[in-house]
DNA sequence: TGTTATATGTCAATCGTTTGACATGTCAAT
DNA sequence: ATTGACATGTCAAACGATTGACATATAACA
């Protein structure tokens, strides 16, 4: 790789005027300018980004941690936020957690090894101590960690309660909700607090269901959903905490000879595109999965320039009626 | 953020011996190593990898280049090669190029100004010219670039043959294939050069429909398989290029009253986990997407350590049957 | 007593780039 | 003839870590 001692010297100019071309800064003729890139040309000269980062104390990298990228919500997310970040001169470092703790904390390590400009935390094993160490720009998605730190979740709990209260509505009287690990202290946590209140507001029969979210793990699902049904076939509401798991409601279901939404009513949560990819096509709690991306984004930036930023960013979802309810 | 100086200093050794046992190299006692090892941890010291890299002429950080993660084929195949490169102790820059000339371009250079240890190509919008100023190790999937740099594809040939045998086995008679756009040179082209073989091998009568792949476009492929159903009512096949695709083919002949799989089969293709969640479950041409993601990194590792490897890297396909056919 | 393994230190160069300080020009306008 | 804008050069330090060469010191062993 050609560095710019190579590119001086074939272009017969000083590095400094190189730099200088290269930064645009000083003064510098058109001449020596177009010389300079002809020769930059020639030699496939890039500048050493690496180097660059050195000196100037900034990567232009940030990290993003999240379960797995196979989920279609983290691929989206995923796709969002490194869209955003490019558009910004920004790249990123990605890092599945698999859900392990001890890979969790090795990539934050990692990351600040690599001293990342900021960290994008999607994955949430770790105890809250953990992240104390973190100087960098930080930001969780779904998890308040601390006052200081700031974090982006969609309103949970408004999305439990539009889920809970359209089944209920819809004339649900025995609904199951199956929601994921409740023991990680996750936001997402309040959708299964407002499903709750409102059954029990409403006294509603009502059936809760922990699963540990690992989308890979496809029997998983088909047992837990399977087994539901034959302990309580009375069930006409399903509330999922996922997408994805609403499709294997939908399956179990059908397998099971219920009919949706006649017999059983379905609602998901996400609004990922695989919602439309399934037959029916699930109603859902739509995120907004573009704007937590970007604004992710936008929160490591303003840490980064020390400029002012809401800790608190609850931003709204909506109910998308489709053919499962 | 505290550097080996620091660390020096409070230790109260030289910055040489710092180094030392952070590389285990030379004498060390125990007594100091625990020392240097304490003072790290007070000061949250981690080495600065950039300094590292710049210094040892290696990043440890691989490009991995697709259309758009939100795809599940890409995002499963970014799942593996980034939890293998993490295994062998390597990051990954994620670039989603959206199908954008310029912006795969653009991608290519920030990652060789980034100097990264390879690149792992899997979008394809350039011309052959483009990646031969590529000097860093590379390798490409799906597509043949030239004679020296490696590629990974699936028996493609091989996959469309089985889908369209399978069809014509099952009773097909007018099939109809959608396939990716036939003008980039992609190598799964040659699923389409095997269905037409095979179509006019055995004299059945077949439509061939060229798409964009772009899974973001919903409506376009409602609208393609819409109006494939209006203009030949008669189809009683459809193999599709993605499982997605796939997807669509099955809602769009529900839609239309079509049964499945008794009036229209359909085959797709990948074998993504979407496949599954879908109703009926949709039968496909697997792929080896987790052979195919480590390959790709261990192509670039043998590049790399300028050890001898495979240009041509075909991997077996397979078909799953499931409810669609 | 001399030899050797162990332990640590000093020093300087290196990776590729940026940047400030300063010097030395040329050329045109006053 | 003087001034000032423009153009380019030289030089050195800095970013944070590694490494080889070399010096020095202690302890153990023959």
Same mark, same amino acid.
């Given at each position: 790789m050609a560095t710019i001692h190579d590119v001086a010297k074939i272009a017969n100019v000083s590095v400094t005027t190189v730099s200088r071309v290269l930064n645009n800064r000083g003064y510098i003729s058109e001449a020596t300018r177009a010389k300079v890139y002809k020769t930059m040309e020639e030699l496939n000269y890039q500048p050493n980004e690496i180097a660059r980062s050195l000196l100037r104390k900034q990567s232009n990298v940030i990290g993003l941690i999240i =379960?797995? &990228? @196979?989920?279609p919500f983290f691929s989206e997310l995923t796709n969002y936020v490194e869209n955003y970040a490019y558009e910004q001169g920004f790249k990123m470092l990605l890092c599945n957690s698999q859900m392990d703790p001890v890979k969790e904390k090795d990539y934050i390590e990692m990351l600040k090894r690599n001293r990342v400009d900021g960290i994008i935390m999607g #994955?949430?094993?770790?105890? &809250?101590?953990?992240?104390? #160490?973190? @100087?960098s720009p930080i930001v969780t998605i779904? %998890?308040?960690?601390?006052?200081?730190i700031p974090y982006i979740s969609s309103d949970n709990y408004a999305g439990g309660k539009l889920a809970a209260e359209m089944l209920i509505h819809k004339g649900c009287t025995k609904i199951a909700h199956i929601c994921g690990?409740? /023991?990680? %202290?996750?936001?997402?946590n309040r959708r299964t607090d407002a499903f709750q209140a409102v059954m029990s507001d409403k006294g509603v029969e009502s059936i809760i269901i922990q699963t540990d979210?690992? &989308?890979?793990?496809q029997e998983q699902y088909e047992l837990i959903m399977q087994r539901l049904l034959e302990e309580?076939?009375?069930?006409d509401g399903i509330f999922a905490t996922s997408d994805i798991i609403a499709g294997y409601a939908v399956k179990a279901c059908t397998a099971a /000879? %219920? %009919?949706? =939404?006649?017999?059983v009513k379905i609602i998901g949560y996400d609004d990922v595109n695989a919602a439309r990819w399934m037959m029916p096509e699930i109603t859902t709690i739509k995120q907004p999965i573009k704007q937590i991306g970007q604004m992710a984004f936008d929160l490591i930036m303003k840490q980064m320039n020390a400029e002012p930023f809401e800790v608190d960013n609850i931003l709204p979802v909506s109910l998308i009626e489709r053919a499962t309810t």
């Open positions: =379960p797995n &990228v @196979s989920h #994955s949430h094993t770790l105890q &809250v101590e953990e992240y104390k #160490s973190l @100087s779904d %998890r308040q960690i601390s006052s200081d690990n409740l /023991g990680l %202290r996750m936001l997402s979210m690992n &989308v890979f793990d309580h076939p009375d069930i /000879g %219920r %009919r949706i =939404p006649d017999d």
